[in-house]
């Protein structure tokens, strides 16, 4: 079969490779589409040693049972394998796993390519109606989904009376204040620093207000911060934004360590939230509320073809998309 294959940094090569061998309770996917994450630029970009090359990337995925008794059916991939009887599992926080795994990462091969075996426990069935391409957007809208379900617990007002800003516009942040309006947060800034990204999401996306900066968008401080970058200067101004007693949930995972003005957190009582995936109900949860048109026709994504994958991670390293996301086609 052909996949896309980190080879080292900056290097992709789309060629031939093994077909998958699905062991016992494994179906066979015939992969429809795999979006592009930012931890796949990361292992691109050689900074992340849980991706070791040569490797297949790629982790937000659709596709088609390939055979067997369930031969046909469409089903959007949740790429977390957990093991299904430690305390995080039994307790329903099964992203918390120590034995999780995922693919991207050794020892489970990506979803760039035509094929991929997955525990059937990991499959979600999607409707007919439903594009296989709109279904792979589970898996990043899920993270915005879990960080949001997160924040709203730790919340000191009900939902609707919130202000929440989010800092990044790439799928991550898109998925994140999508799903602060699908529960219930009516008011919404996007902060993108990309000029051209924020132009089409301005046209994409008119229910939300999108700025460049927090001194653009005005003087309303917010009851909640989302960092979907996770860099020193988000973090940063995260800590300086967020309202006296707010929240800020921190998915972002561009540096491990800075920015935070801990001596403000504290004498303000303000709580960081960090938050990592999501739980297999989170994505379960997402799948139905993209299904409902929850998340509305996802305009702000571009399709390009797997093949191309190469020019599509160049293209997103030097700024060129516009798009909040891009999703490879098979």
């Given at each position: 079969?052909?996949?896309?294959?980190?080879?080292?940094?900056?290097?992709?090569?789309?060629?031939?490779?093994?077909?998958?061998?699905?062991?016992?309770?494994?179906?066979?996917?015939?992969?429809?589409?795999?979006?592009?994450?930012?931890?796949?630029?990361?292992?691109?970009?050689?900074?992340?040693?849980?991706?070791?090359?040569?490797?297949?990337?790629?982790?937000?995925?659709?596709?088609?049972?390939?055979?067997g008794?369930?031969?046909?059916?469409?089903?959007?991939?949740?790429?977390?394998?957990?093991?299904g009887?430690?305390?995080?599992?039994?307790?329903?926080?099964?992203?918390l796993?120590p034995?999780?795994q995922?693919?991207?990462?050794?020892?489970?091969?990506?979803?760039?390519?035509?094929?991929?075996?997955?525990?059937?426990?990991?499959?979600?069935?999607?409707?007919?109606?439903?594009?296989?391409?709109?279904?792979?957007?589970?898996e990043?809208?899920?993270?915005?989904?879990?960080?949001?379900?997160?924040?709203?617990r730790?919340?000191?007002?009900?939902?609707?009376?919130?202000?929440?800003?989010?800092?990044?516009?790439?799928?991550?942040?898109?998925?994140?204040?999508?799903?602060?309006?699908?529960q219930?947060?009516?008011?919404?800034t996007?902060?993108?620093t990309?000029?051209?990204?924020?132009?089409?999401?301005?046209?994409?996306?008119?229910?939300?207000?999108?700025?460049?900066?927090?001194?653009?968008?005005?003087?309303?401080?917010?009851?909640?911060?989302?960092?979907?970058?996770?860099?020193?200067?988000?973090?940063?101004?995260?800590?300086?934004?967020?309202?006296?007693?707010?929240?800020?949930?921190?998915?972002?995972?561009?540096?491990?360590?800075?920015?935070?003005?801990?001596?403000?957190?504290?004498?303000?009582?303000?709580?960081?939230?960090?938050?990592?995936?999501?739980?297999?109900?989170?994505?379960?949860?997402?799948?139905?509320?993209?299904?409902?048109?929850?998340?509305?026709?996802?305009?702000?994504v571009?399709?390009?073809?797997?093949?191309?994958?190469?020019?599509?991670?160049?293209?997103?390293l030097?700024?060129?998309?516009?798009?909040?996301?891009?999703?490879?086609?098979?």
């Amino acid at each position: 079969m052909k996949a896309l294959v980190y080879k080292g940094p900056k290097q992709l090569v789309y060629t031939d490779v093994n077909e998958p061998n699905p062991q016992a309770g494994e179906a066979l996917i015939d992969l429809d589409c795999s979006g592009i994450c930012g931890s796949d630029m990361h292992a691109y970009l050689g900074h992340d040693e849980r991706r070791p090359a040569p490797l297949i990337l790629g982790h937000e995925a659709a596709g088609v049972i390939r055979s067997g008794p369930e031969a046909g059916r469409r089903v959007t991939i949740n790429p977390l394998v957990s093991c299904g009887t430690c305390e995080a599992c039994v307790e329903g926080r099964d992203n918390l796993c120590p034995s999780r795994q995922i693919i991207s990462m050794p020892p489970r091969e990506g979803s760039f390519a035509e094929r991929l075996a997955m525990p059937t426990s990991n499959l979600v069935t999607v409707p007919d109606a439903v594009p296989l391409w709109h279904a792979a957007l589970t898996e990043p809208m899920a993270c915005g989904w879990h960080a949001v379900k997160l924040a709203l617990r730790l919340a000191h007002r009900a939902p609707g009376g919130m202000h929440a800003v989010v800092l990044g516009g790439g799928a991550i942040g898109i998925g994140s204040a999508l799903s602060l309006a699908a529960q219930g947060v009516r008011s919404v800034t996007v902060l993108e620093t990309n000029p051209v990204r924020l132009d089409r999401l301005r046209r994409d996306l008119p229910q939300f207000e999108f700025h460049a900066s927090f001194e653009d968008a005005g003087s309303k401080t917010p009851d909640l911060v989302i960092d979907a970058v996770g860099f020193e200067p988000t973090r940063l101004i995260a800590s300086t934004i967020v309202k006296p007693g707010g929240i800020i949930a921190h998915i972002g995972l561009g540096q491990a360590t800075g920015g935070l003005d801990i001596r403000r957190m504290t004498l303000q009582e303000i709580t960081f939230c960090g938050t990592y995936t999501y739980t297999a109900e989170d994505f379960r949860e997402t799948a139905d509320a993209i299904f409902r048109g929850a998340f509305g026709d996802f305009k702000w994504v571009e399709q390009r073809s797997l093949s191309d994958g190469a020019q599509a991670f160049a293209d997103l390293l030097d700024g060129r998309v516009d798009a909040g996301k891009i999703v490879l086609m098979t």
